[in-house]
């Protein structure tokens, strides 16, 4: 996320305004025990190593520092845990990676604890709890009432905050649940940990503080196993939908799209390596989208030993000095941090994936594995979709004039008339095309010959064919334009034109039957008929029926060469 410098400024004199005030009030409003400083140092030392481990729940970070910011608040009051708190967050801020600068994050963080601070340890007071009291009862039961004011006044700061910076707003967001079940279960080990201290001193810190770090420390270790498991589960997870794909660049977006959720990218890039020699790029993510258009990256497309691209291994670039050796490569929006990983299928490279990040050292170790699984995933994905569509290309094609077949028009159209009736499109017009006498043709010069001229008429028809219209062999001598957006009064003048164009070429065939198989000249005409829906179907199987009714009725019947219109109530012959 991009902060602007007067964003940053505004930030920063709202919290002048507001934490040294803060800091202030504390002090005055709520004095502090006598401080023992050796008793105060041994808690900051928990504290710290309490803030470099912790846990992370999915997308969440849950540091545990509440067991000791209790704590030091039951014994010394809310100056000291005010103090305890900020600190808390610069040290977890500092081991936390994220695009935002760490100050930006520890005014924002500051200015909202500030007040949870000074408004749980207020309702403490008020309500009659005592600083360094050892009435258990009087402890536990306004410590309680501590606690759950202080986890609920900061999910309600939290979603404030997110409310006017994302504009969304929900109590049922998995932070504020689990804010409070932490709360609650670190409430009561700060109570005993506060009672220890009050009897046993500093010996407290063998007794409980030893052990519960020792026990967080296992716990932090097990989540990180748990997280490889669970990540390496994904990558398993995401190689089968891969594999699922059929289309060639489907599988690059689903790759794409899903590599995000196990690998803490910010822009991706896929490079195709071809002949060895040269770089194209097939697709990327920018600002979350995915797209062709690439704004933000630029590379010279000659691929060279020296450009950094290692063709065998994975790298991980932390450093700007490790960015500057991907000397053909640049990036226009500020990079941290890259990770560049080979896409290798029987051990020939034939693509890149670049990854980029504007948070520092956001890729690791396991980041790097799940990358090299993926991208051997994705390696056989992109085979098997290039082959399949190569197959369905085959399946869907004449063989004969390279046109599309039956087959593909039956789908194509049913696909059209659905964007008709979702109001994707105005109208849909049909055209269908015969050949006049074409029987007599193969007769007369041979089926090669007629072969011959199905292709060059195919050839024709290829020049009224664009990116939404479709043109298609029906079969036999029969073809079909479909024709979206496109009503039926521009239909029959292309219709018209193409008759007239047929007419006037000269096509030339070798003859089989001759004996001479001297090349002739031969002209033939083409019968047209023209439906439309809306106003003469409403699905596929009526247009397709109503457009070779206009044919056979106003174009053969009605003396051949010649355009047929379908009506509702008759038909009319151009």
């Known amino acids: 996320m991009e902060i602007s410098k007067r964003f940053q400024i505004i930030t920063f004199i709202i919290w002048i305004i507001i934490v040294p005030p803060g800091i202030y009030l504390a002090f005055t409003l709520f ?6 400083w050796l008793n105060l140092s041994i808690l900051f030392a928990l504290l710290f190593v309490t803030m470099t481990v912790p846990l992370q729940l999915k997308n969440m970070t849950i540091s545990m520092e ?3 910011t209790f704590t030091v608040f039951f014994q010394y009051g809310v100056f000291a845990e005010f103090v305890f708190t900020q600190m808390a967050m610069l040290i977890l801020l500092f081991g936390k990676k994220t695009d935002l600068p760490i100050m930006q994050r520890f005014f924002v963080n500051s200015m909202i604890f500030t007040p949870i601070s000074l408004a749980s340890g207020a309702l403490f007071h008020y309500a009659g709890g005592v600083i360094g009291s050892t009435d258990f009862v009087n402890i536990c039961l306004f410590g309680l009432l501590y606690a759950t004011s202080y986890t609920v006044i900061n999910s309600a700061l939290m979603q404030l905050y997110l409310y006017f ?7 049922k967001e998995k932070f504020v649940i689990w ?7 670190l409430f009561p080990i700060s109570i005993s940990f506060y009672f220890l201290n009050e009897y046993f001193g500093n010996n407290a810190f063998i007794l409980m503080g030893i052990p519960f770090l020792l026990v967080l420390i296992i716990a932090r270790r097990y989540n990180q196993s748990d997280n490889m498991n669970d990540k390496l589960s994904s990558a398993g997870i995401i190689g089968h939908e891969l594999a699922d794909r059929l289309g060639y660049e489907d599988v690059i977006r689903t790759f794409i799209e899903k590599l995000k959720d196990v690998v803490p ?9 071809r002949s060895g020699e040269y770089l194209i790029t097939l ?22 030993k020296c450009d950094g691209l290692d063709i065998d291994v994975t790298r991980i670039l932390s450093t700007k000095k490790e960015i500057r050796s991907l000397t053909n490569f640049e990036f226009t929006q500020g990079v941290e941090c890259v990770m560049t990983a080979p896409i290798r299928r029987d051990q020939k490279t034939e693509g890149f994936l670049i990854l980029t990040s504007k948070r520092k050292k956001i890729f690791e170790a396991l980041d790097l594995k799940i990358v090299d699984v993926l991208t051997g995933y994705f390696a056989i994905s992109l085979v098997k979709a290039r082959l399949y569509e190569k197959t369905i290309k085959q399946s869907e094609r004449c063989g004969l004039t390279k046109l599309h077949n039956f087959r593909y028009l039956d789908r194509k159209l049913e696909e059209d008339v659905i964007r008709y009736h979702t109001g994707e499109i105005d109208s849909l017009s049909a055209v269908i095309l015969d050949i006049d006498h074409f029987k007599s043709i193969n007769d007369t010069y041979g089926h090669q010959s007629g072969n011959d001229l199905l292709c060059a008429l195919a050839t024709i028809l290829k020049t009224y ?10 079969g036999g001598e029969e073809f079909v334009f479909i024709l979206p957006n496109i009503d039926k009064d521009e239909t029959v003048k292309l219709a018209e034109e193409i008759r007239s164009e047929v007419e006037s070429t000269i096509f030339r065939v070798n003859p089989d039957l001759s004996n001479g198989r001297e090349p002739l000249d031969v002209r033939m005409t083409v019968s047209i008929g023209i439906a439309n829906v809306p106003k003469d179907a409403a699905d596929a199987k009526e247009l397709l029926r109503n457009a070779d009714r206009a044919l056979y009725i106003g174009g053969k019947q009605a003396g051949r060469n010649k355009v047929g219109v379908y009506g509702r109530d008759f038909v009319e012959t151009l």
């Open 31 to 36: 004095p502090s025990r006598e401080i023992d």
């Open 66 to 68: 509440r067991w000791i």
């Open 165 to 171: 910076e994302l504009g969304t707003f929900s109590l």
């Open 179 to 185: 804010d409070f079940i932490s709360t609650m279960m």
């Open 265 to 273: 990218y910010d822009n991706a890039y896929i490079l195709d390596l």
């Open 283 to 304: 697709m990327g993510s920018e600002n979350n989208v995915i797209t062709k258009n690439l704004k933000n990256f630029s590379y010279y497309p000659g691929k060279s």
């Open 465 to 474: 064919e664009d990116l939404d219209i479709t043109l298609a062999r029906y």
